[in-house]
């Protein structure tokens, strides 16, 4: 998207999905970690622990897909590409802090949730079998087998269908 966009309108277009992903993370009480480019990073369970911290997120995913398929009407209206959004998910410790003027988190599990969202596919929701674990039965799981994560070794993953 961004090598055919012109400045001003992708940064409107960014904009417009992260202010609304902005508001979705906070009514799912997860928390906004940075943007990278395209990417948005977000973690559930900080600060404080929480036992809902896998269905808060997922909560979020699944706001965040129905969020993108409706915007996409507006852009397509407009003349403008449509979003195809990615989302990988996976529960584990994290160190979180700031790194000077910037709150981040660090830890194997930051690495396997970006390998999940690379190695997954457009307009799902790419989980592995630990966040599956800690939804204890909320969730409507698609079996999508064994993978290879670049570096982690083979890891069993689901799609998330649907969230109670």
């Known amino acids: 998207m961004v090598e055919n966009t012109e400045p001003g309108d992708l940064l409107e277009t960014l904009n417009t999905f992260f202010s609304g992903f902005e508001k979705i993370i906070q009514k799912n009480n997860v928390l906004k970690v940075k943007t990278i480019g395209d990417c948005f990073m977000c973690v559930g369970g900080i600060p404080g622990q ?7 997120v997922c909560a979020a995913a699944k706001d965040m897909l129905q969020f993108v398929d ?10 403008r590409p449509r979003w195809e959004l990615r989302i990988g998910i996976h529960s584990g410790p994290v160190i ?5 003027d910037s709150f981040d988190i660090w830890g194997d599990a930051v690495n396997i949730a970006a390998r999940m969202e690379s190695s997954g596919e457009t307009g799902k929701i790419h989980i ?11 969730g409507k799981l698609t079996p999508r087998g064994d993978i290879d994560l670049k570096n982690k070794g083979t890891w069993s993953t689901f799609f998330l269908e649907d969230l109670s």
């Open 50 to 56: 929480h036992k809902s911290h896998a269905h808060d």
């Open 96 to 100: 979180a802090g700031n790194s000077g």
């Open 128 to 138: 592995t079998e630990k966040t599956a674990d800690y939804l204890e039965g909320q």
């Open 70 to 79: 409706g915007t996409n009407i507006q852009q397509e209206v407009m003349g």
